[in-house]
């Protein structure tokens, strides 16, 4: 019998991981799913095509919001920024984190304990052998990351972000 292998974006992933780190990162289901906000359902964005995505996105942009991939840890410089501001979708800028919310969960992606109100949606994740909770960019459902129970107060919750799919705006002096 011969073995399919692992596609090329999910080698690099868990390559890139410690067994420990990934057990422990999939073992939580924070809550319910959901699409995202309906105000959103009719929206322009939604209705882009693969190529014009490609048109608007890096090559690591696209497979991330579009393809649901998963970029190396530790390769973002977002993971390193402390200004105050707003860190929005790459793919429609529909803003999703205050820094306010954003820590250092050291597993080398930009964590953050909250979102802004309406700006992303979940589904089940069941990719890996553990269902995890993806979400996404309520406007343009482009993937952002997964959610784990393992944040700080006030939450508990930790929005582990691709820093590929995010852009820092910093706020006004």
């Known amino acids: ?15 890139s991981l410690s067994w420990t780190a990934l057990i422990a990162a999939c073992a939580a289901d924070p809550g ?13 964005w939604r209705q882009l095509t693969d190529a014009a995505w490609r048109q608007r996105l890096s ?19 977002l993971n390193a920024e402390k200004r105050a501001g707003t860190y929005a979708c ?8 205050s820094s306010q919310t954003k820590y250092d969960s050291g597993t080398g992606w ?17 990719q890996l052998w553990v269902t995890r909770t993806e979400y996404h960019c309520a406007r343009c459902l ?6 784990f129970t393992d944040g700080p107060a006030p ?3 930790r929005y582990c972000n691709n820093g590929v ?3 820092f705006t910093p706020a006004a002096a």
């Not at 019998?1 to 390559?15: C, E, H, S, V, Y």
């Not at 319910?32 to 322009?44: I, K, M």
């Not at 482009?142 to 959610?147: I, K, M, N």
Request: glycine share 10%.
């Open 142 to 147: 482009g993937h952002q990351g997964h959610v």
């Open 32 to 44: 319910q799913a959901d699409a995202g906000p309906a105000s959103f359902a009719a929206d322009e």
């Open 90 to 97: 790459a793919g429609c800028a529909l803003p999703l984190f």
């Open 165 to 167: 799919a995010l852009t």
């Open 59 to 77: 090559g690591p942009a696209f497979r991330v919001l579009r393809q649901e991939a998963t970029e190396r840890p530790f390769t973002s410089p």
């Open 110 to 126: 930009p964590s953050f304990f909250d979102v802004l109100e309406g700006a992303i949606g979940t589904k089940p994740d069941t």
């Open 1 to 15: 019998m011969t073995r399919k292998p692992l596609d090329p974006t999910r080698r690099t992933f868990l390559g």
């Open 155 to 157: 939450t508990g919750l």
